[in-house]
């Protein structure tokens, strides 16, 4: 199998399409499912903790051997998976077996960085330090040729994103309420609008766009990452994308609670507006504790009810994507054509969502989301440190000379405005009661 040039990384190949049992969307299917599979049938891995805030207890908890034991059968499951996995796609398995546990090294340090209480407390989450650490290699080092071979973002997104589909519940619509499905519909299709207008105004590719807007619009990296599938969009574009939600996010974290107060905005509004605009669920628990215990409750209603549309936003995209990818002057694709150039993974994500919403218990649901969620964590952290060990560091700050950045804050400037006008719309009692809270 030819090696990737980092020139031109996208997030799926143009390539001829292999046998679909050889296709890498297939199987990062058949990967995500096996890790699902396995944990519905008792296979539950202790999630490993990250959290800490000085010497001793990163030496008590993060480092203590039964932690680092947990770490270490979690990467030995995926290292076989993915051995078994890129062997059906064609990659050499001798530079997986050793390229590998670097890899794996790498995110799991990302992920300790990030638990450390003050990194944690800024909102600084692990996918920048995962990046941060692959930039840093291939700057200073280079990758050198036995580790390229483990370096497939592709295979690590897809997977995490079929694990993802587990975790976003369509009961979460009615935990969410009327009025908050209602806001995050408006926000949604409101921002994502206005965010890929504004890119295309100021000369952002449209791969750039969708990416942009869908961060915005939604939730942040997830959001951009299943976007990025989706459209086979450029690796180098979605860890721009996610750096500038990263970065943005912190003061937005802070000063929006401060703002909340200063103004005198109603709590139950303040919390409406943090979760249509926050992009973790994690940022708005915390903004929403310094307003109250109700602005905090309202925040992540919103938030869940956004958080359910990551599915139906990459299903959408990718139909259209896949539509759109013809010459000028050519037909419509055929429907043939359309299922060719449809990331299959998205399926996986869709069928993993249906399963958990509505085949099986709470009780089941719940007892299975720790080891779901580093299982997903763990792929997502070796997407990102590969997305890093491909890509120079003046590549990203060449792209498009700053113009997406300037789409993305205008963007989330239009999305802090009209969120804000629903809230009070919505929770502010102009239109209906405000909700009561238990």
């Not at 990163?58 to 480092?63: C, D, F, I, Q, Y």
Request: charged share 10%; with cysteine.
């Amino acid at each position: 199998m030819p090696e990737e040039s980092s020139e031109s990384s996208p997030c799926k190949a143009k390539a001829a399409s292999p046998p679909w049992w050889r296709n890498e969307d297939w199987l990062a299917v058949a990967t995500g499912s096996l890790l699902i599979g396995g944990v519905l049938v008792g296979g539950r891995l202790t999630a490993p903790a990250f959290a800490w805030s000085d010497g001793g207890t990163l030496a008590g908890t993060v480092l203590a051997g039964s932690n680092v034991a947990a770490a270490g059968l979690l990467g030995l499951v995926c290292w076989i998976l993915s051995l078994a996995g890129l062997a059906l796609a064609g990659v050499r398995v001798a530079g997986v077996l050793a390229g590998f546990p670097v890899v794996f090294g790498l995110a799991w340090l990302a992920q300790v960085l990030a638990g450390q209480a003050k990194v944690n407390a800024l909102g600084l989450e692990y996918v920048l330090f995962a990046l941060g650490l692959g930039l840093l290699v291939s700057q200073v080092m280079g990758v050198p040729a036995w580790l390229r071979e483990a370096v497939r973002t592709e295979y690590y997104i897809k997977s995490g994103l079929v694990i993802l589909g587990a975790g976003i519940l369509f009961g979460e619509i009615l935990q969410a309420g009327f009025l908050g499905m209602i806001q995050a519909l408006l926000v949604v299709s409101a921002v994502w609008g206005f965010g890929f207008w504004l890119c295309r105004r100021w000369r952002v590719d449209d791969e750039f766009g969708a990416m942009l807007a869908t961060a915005v619009a939604i939730c942040g990296v997830s959001a951009a990452i299943a976007a990025c599938g989706a459209i086979q969009g450029d690796r180098k574009k979605l860890s721009y994308v996610t750096s500038l939600v990263l970065i943005v996010a912190v003061p937005m974290m802070v000063l929006m609670p401060w703002a909340v107060k200063a103004l005198g905005i109603p709590e139950l509004v303040g919390g409406a507006w943090l979760g249509g605009t926050l992009d973790t669920s994690g940022s708005v628990v915390a903004a929403g504790a310094l307003i109250s215990e109700g602005a905090m409750k309202v925040g992540v209603i919103v938030k869940f009810s956004q958080n359910v549309l990551i599915g139906v936003a990459a299903f959408a995209l990718s139909l259209w994507w896949a539509v759109r990818q013809r010459e000028p002057g050519q037909p419509r694709p055929r429907v043939a054509v359309i299922w060719e150039r449809f990331p299959k993974f998205v399926l996986g994500f869709l069928g993993a969502s249906v399963v958990f919403s509505f085949l099986l218990e709470g009780g089941t649901v719940a007892a299975c989301k720790p080891t779901l969620g580093a299982l997903r964590t763990t792929w997502f952290a070796l997407a990102f440190v590969c997305i890093g060990l491909e890509t120079r560091f003046a590549d990203l700050l060449r792209l498009e000379d700053g113009r997406p950045a300037l789409a993305f804050l205008g963007a989330q400037a239009f999305n802090v405005v009209w969120t804000l006008i629903l809230a009070y719309l919505l929770f502010g009692g102009l239109l209906v009661a405000p909700p009561q809270l238990q």
